[in-house]
Nanobody
Framework: QVQLVESGGGLVQAGGSLRLSCAASGRTFSSRAMGWFRQAPGKEREFVAAISWSDGSTYYADSVKGRFTISRDNAKNTVFLQMNSLKPEDTAVYYC?????????????????WGQGTQVTVSS
């Protein structure tokens, strides 16, 4: 099992920044990639960004490219999501997830472990 704990959410004005963290514990060696997803009220969970543990390859949804940056600290088993130029439409619960196979990283149902989520609210 892999346990994931997100932190760093909060309330921010449009144009502001937040940095989310996801700390992994347990059988972290079984995880090959990490992803960030978000879910707004009444909407499906959507892919935001993902990163490979091994080579650091990164992937982004078109809606966040150029504004969000995903990174990792292998020594601390932690993944970060730096969110800049936030917009009201970025408001959602943000979840991190771990995947045993580093492929098809944008599909939420293929992830093996999930965190509890952290709320991000962007006011206009």
């Amino acid at each position: 099992q892999v346990q994931l704990v997100e932190s760093g959410g909060g309330l921010v004005q449009a144009g502001g920044s937040l940095r989310l963290s996801c700390a992994a514990s347990g059988r972290t060696f079984s995880s090959r990639a990490m992803g960030w997803f978000r879910q707004a009220p009444g909407k499906e969970r959507e892919f935001v960004a993902a990163i490979s543990w091994s080579d650091g390859s990164t992937y982004y949804a078109d809606s966040v490219k150029g504004r969000f940056t995903i990174s990792r600290d292998n020594a601390k088993n932690t993944v970060f999501l730096q969110m800049n130029s936030l917009k009201p439409e970025d408001t959602a619960v943000y979840y991190c997830a771990a995947k045993k196979i580093a492929s098809r990283l944008s599909i939420p149902r293929l992830y093996d472990y999930w965190g509890q989520g952290t709320q991000v609210t962007v006011s206009s």
